[in-house]
């Protein structure tokens, strides 16, 4: 019989079974700001073996752990203490669950004996805020620990639900005395996954794909981050190589396929590339994997998204599915990288199954996005501003096949990047697109160093954005991470500028110094935090500079003067109808028309 001294000897306080289990799980980082309301947790964590990096601000640190978890395809974790704490991460959680990033938030709580519960009051306990109603929305699974044999379960199923079906976020609130309870290992609640039930017959799906390419003279794949997601890129990588189809890709994955790849013809959307949106539009059969076809590439219109073609749309999420009104669609419902098996094998049964007008089509596409390049000569020209199209040239032929390209997540910044950017095989680059929040730049380079093992990384940030989050240049200076900052300075908020020009005659309302808003001195803010920095006024002058900045992986900010005029261009233009209504302009007619050339 056992006694109480070895029963004893068996407790271990729960904050520290919290980080063995995350330590078990090969979390290998947790990005965190201590709190009074996460003692226990910040004590457990400190002692655990666990690398932790400590942020300024909770939402630079819930940042990170989203950019962490989109490089790794592991939950980034984060640790915030009570009240504030949680209610500044959840700006970065809501960007996980829009990009399906796998995250684990643990925050502290109030004790047990100080919660509102169902008294119907605001506050009781020191910092108490009911955090799980607010992220309950934007989580897989949200849940407050109030019993102590539990924790297991917890454990155990928000990881489950992280790193799942379609991945996202989860969340554990953890009031102080349950934090610092001894429990028993041996007797604690289990958490058993069940049968979530098969999805679409994928045996019928690729049946019905492998007829209508059989049938097709201009197929066409659009890779989407579904195809990541579940750990599939390299059977896709040998699915395109038998089948020789034309392929394009989301901003998700940009960087699946290099510039100079055999198959690879751009990333068509809104924002996309002139020549990948004729593409799409001329295709006689699209094959989507793994993408949300979210309005950003149907430009708002699904009627009109491939409207020659037909249509083999494969997504994780019914809901997804059910959203689309796209005509001509055979919708099916599983794991993208399932369906990639299936596909693949299938095929290796069958003979014939490319057609040699493949070629001529793959081809056509090749030319056709010769003929209409995102940057041209104009933008190389001598003027007393760097033109950003300029830029991403020059920093693509000076970029290593290792980098880690990290454009910020709102503005021109973000939008001229992906659209010009020439990919190098070997490089990543990733952002928080669908949120689009500005502020993410700073804080998501860190936590992208960090989950590629501290690879040299490049920012590309806008002035506006990167005051949101410019604190944490205090935390790259402290881990001396080899990122290469890039700010454009353009006067205020240049896409906000753009907006209320083309569409409110010219009325800003807080966008530049003339209407309300200004900006510090960036160079002096960065100086203060222990950094040189270098400032850049021309096209000229960058030509000269940017190669030597690059020759090393030395930390830099660079400010560069660009042109404050200067708007993502081709693009496809949203204007105000005659009922008031913001309108989008068709997917094949981007801005400028094509005879304006």
Same mark, same amino acid.
């Given at each position: 019989?056992?006694?109480?001294?070895?029963?004893?000897?068996?407790?271990?306080?729960?904050?520290?079974?919290?980080?063995?289990?995350?330590?078990?799980?090969?979390?290998?980082?947790?990005?965190?700001?201590?709190?009074?309301?996460?003692?226990?947790?910040?004590?457990?964590?400190?002692?655990?073996?666990?690398?932790?990096?400590?942020?300024?601000?909770?939402?630079?640190?819930?940042?990170?752990?989203?950019?962490?978890?989109?490089?790794?395809?592991?939950?980034?974790?984060?640790?915030?203490?009570?009240?504030?704490?949680?209610?500044?991460?959840?700006?970065?959680?809501?960007?996980?669950?829009?990009?399906?990033?796998?995250?684990?938030?643990?925050?502290?709580?109030?004790?047990?004996?100080?919660?509102?519960?169902?008294?119907?009051?605001?506050?009781?306990?020191?910092?108490?805020?009911?955090?799980?109603?607010?992220?309950?929305?934007?989580?897989?699974?949200?849940?407050?620990?109030?019993?102590?044999?539990?924790?297991?379960?917890?454990?155990?199923?928000?990881?489950?639900?992280?790193?799942?079906?379609?991945?996202?976020?989860?969340?554990?609130?953890?009031?102080?005395?349950?934090?610092?309870?001894?429990?028993?290992?041996?007797?604690?609640?289990?958490?058993?996954?069940?049968?979530?039930?098969?999805?679409?017959?994928?045996?019928?799906?690729?049946?019905?794909?492998?007829?209508?390419?059989?049938?097709?003279?201009?197929?066409?794949?659009?890779?989407?981050?579904?195809?990541?997601?579940?750990?599939?890129?390299?059977?896709?990588?040998?699915?395109?190589?038998?089948?020789?189809?034309?392929?394009?890709?989301?901003?998700?994955?940009?960087?699946?396929?290099?510039?100079?790849?055999?198959?690879?013809?751009?990333?068509?959307?809104?924002?996309?590339?002139?020549?990948?949106?004729?593409?799409?539009?001329?295709?006689?059969?699209?094959?989507?994997?793994?993408?949300?076809?979210?309005?950003?590439?149907?430009?708002?219109?699904?009627?009109?998204?491939?409207?020659?073609?037909?249509?083999?749309?494969?997504?994780?999420?019914?809901?997804?599915?059910?959203?689309?009104?796209?005509?001509?669609?055979?919708?099916?419902?599983?794991?993208?990288?399932?369906?990639?098996?299936?596909?693949?094998?299938?095929?290796?049964?069958?003979?014939?199954?490319?057609?040699?007008?493949?070629?001529?089509?793959?081809?056509?596409?090749?030319?056709?996005?010769?003929?209409?390049?995102?940057?041209?000569?104009?933008?190389?020209?001598?003027?007393?501003?760097?033109?950003?199209?300029?830029?991403?040239?020059?920093?693509?032929?000076?970029?290593?096949?290792?980098?880690?390209?990290?454009?910020?997540?709102?503005?021109?910044?973000?939008?001229?990047?992906?659209?010009?950017?020439?990919?190098?095989?070997?490089?990543?680059?990733?952002?928080?697109?669908?949120?689009?929040?500005?502020?993410?730049?700073?804080?998501?380079?860190?936590?992208?160093?960090?989950?590629?093992?501290?690879?040299?990384?490049?920012?590309?940030?806008?002035?506006?954005?990167? *005051?949101? @989050?410019?604190?944490?240049?205090? #935390? =790259?200076?402290?881990?001396? !991470?080899?990122? $290469?900052?890039? %700010?454009?300075?353009?006067?205020?908020?240049?896409?906000?500028?753009?907006?209320?020009?083309?569409?409110?005659?010219?009325?800003?309302?807080?966008?530049?110094?003339?209407?309300?808003?200004?900006?510090?001195?960036?160079?002096?803010?960065?100086?203060?935090?222990?950094?040189?920095?270098?400032?850049? *006024?021309? @096209?000229?002058?960058?030509?000269? #500079? =940017?190669?030597?900045?690059? !020759?090393?992986? $030395?930390?830099? %900010?660079?400010?560069?003067?660009?042109?404050?005029?200067?708007?993502?261009?081709?693009?496809?233009?949203?204007?105000?109808?005659?009922?008031?209504?913001?309108?989008?302009?068709?997917?094949?007619?981007?801005?400028?028309?094509?005879?304006?050339?």
């Amino acid at each position: 019989m056992e006694t109480v001294r070895e029963r004893i000897a068996k407790m271990i306080k729960l904050s520290d079974y919290v980080f063995k289990f995350l330590k078990d799980k090969g979390v290998k980082h947790v990005f965190m700001l201590p709190g009074g309301g996460a003692m226990h947790l910040c004590d457990s964590l400190g002692t655990s073996g666990i690398e932790y990096i400590p942020f300024l601000h909770e939402q630079g640190a819930s940042i990170a752990a989203e950019a962490y978890g989109q490089h790794t395809n592991t939950p980034g974790v984060c640790l915030v203490t009570s009240g504030p704490g949680g209610t500044n991460a959840i700006t970065a959680v809501t960007a996980g669950w829009i990009d399906s990033t796998p995250m684990f938030i643990i925050s502290g709580q109030a004790k047990r004996s100080d919660l509102v519960g169902d008294k119907g009051v605001r506050q009781i306990g020191s910092q108490e805020v009911q955090i799980v109603p607010m992220i309950t929305p934007v989580t897989k699974y949200a849940m407050q620990v109030l019993e102590p044999t539990e924790i297991r379960y917890h454990l155990e199923k928000a990881w489950h639900e992280a790193t799942s079906g379609r991945p996202g976020p989860v969340w554990l609130d953890i009031p102080l005395d349950v934090q610092g309870c001894q429990i028993d290992e041996d007797n604690l609640k289990v958490y058993e996954p069940k049968d979530t039930g098969s999805h679409s017959d994928i045996s019928k799906a690729v049946d019905q794909t492998i007829e209508l390419l059989s049938q097709s003279k201009k197929p066409l794949i659009l890779a989407g981050n579904g195809i990541k997601l579940s750990g599939a890129c390299d059977q896709f990588d040998k699915l395109i190589r038998t089948l020789g189809i034309p392929v394009q890709t989301t901003w998700k994955t940009i960087d699946m396929l290099d510039e100079s790849d055999a198959l690879y013809v751009g990333h068509p959307g809104i924002m996309g590339d002139r020549g990948a949106n004729l593409i799409i539009q001329e295709a006689d059969l699209l094959l989507s994997i793994g993408s949300r076809l979210d309005t950003s590439i149907t430009a708002f219109n699904d009627e009109h998204f491939a409207f020659n073609a037909k249509k083999v749309i494969i997504d994780i999420d019914q809901n997804e599915l059910n959203r689309m009104s796209i005509p001509d669609s055979v919708k099916v419902c599983c794991d993208a990288g399932d369906f990639i098996d299936e596909l693949t094998y299938m095929l290796s049964t069958k003979t014939n199954s490319t057609h040699l007008w493949w070629h001529e089509w793959l081809e056509y596409c090749k030319d056709i996005r010769g003929k209409y390049p995102v940057i041209t000569k104009k933008h190389g020209e001598e003027s007393d501003r760097v033109s950003a199209y300029h830029f991403i040239d020059v920093l693509c032929d000076n970029l290593n096949e290792d980098d880690i390209i990290v454009p910020e997540s709102s503005g021109g910044a973000g939008e001229i990047t992906y659209q010009a950017f020439r990919l190098k095989k070997g490089q990543k680059m990733k952002n928080a697109a669908g949120l689009g929040s500005m502020g993410f730049g700073l804080p998501y380079a860190i936590g992208s160093c960090i989950a590629n093992n501290r690879r040299r990384t490049i920012l590309i940030n806008g002035d506006g954005a990167f *005051q949101l @989050n410019i604190q944490e240049l205090e #935390t =790259l200076h402290r881990l001396s !991470l080899p990122l $290469k900052i890039f %700010i454009w300075c353009n006067d205020g908020y240049a896409s906000i500028r753009s907006m209320q020009r083309n569409n409110f005659e010219g009325r800003y309302v807080g966008s530049d110094e003339y209407s309300g808003h200004t900006m510090p001195d960036i160079c002096r803010v960065a100086e203060a935090y222990g950094f040189e920095v270098c400032q850049i *006024q021309s @096209n000229g002058e960058l030509d000269k #500079t =940017l190669p030597k900045i690059m !020759l090393d992986d $030395k930390w830099v %900010i660079c400010v560069l003067v660009v042109d404050p005029n200067e708007t993502v261009s081709p693009r496809v233009k949203a204007y105000i109808g005659a009922d008031g209504k913001m309108k989008s302009g068709l997917l094949e007619e981007m801005w400028p028309r094509m005879n304006d050339f």
